[in-house]
């Protein structure tokens, strides 16, 4: 076996039920979430197309900055 352990005992003697206990515990936590996707900066949006609501002087409000 050349793998390398995942975890490391640094100091003491656990006792075969405490290093058990302690996979079981990391063993049941859940997969960690994909990291969210980053946001595109404001230069970046600057480009996309205006997005405004219909209705009443909705095309002006598409003209002005954001």
Do not use: H, N
Not at 22 to 31: G, K
């Amino acid at each position: 076996m050349t793998e390398q352990p995942m975890i490391r005992i640094e100091r003491g003697t656990p006792t075969a039920e405490e290093v058990a206990a302690l996979v079981a515990v990391l063993s049941a936590r859940p997969a960690g979430a994909p990291a969210p996707a980053a946001e595109g900066s404001a230069w970046w949006r600057s480009g996309l197309p205006a997005v405004t609501a219909a209705g009443t002087g909705a095309w002006r409000r598409s003209g002005l900055p954001r």
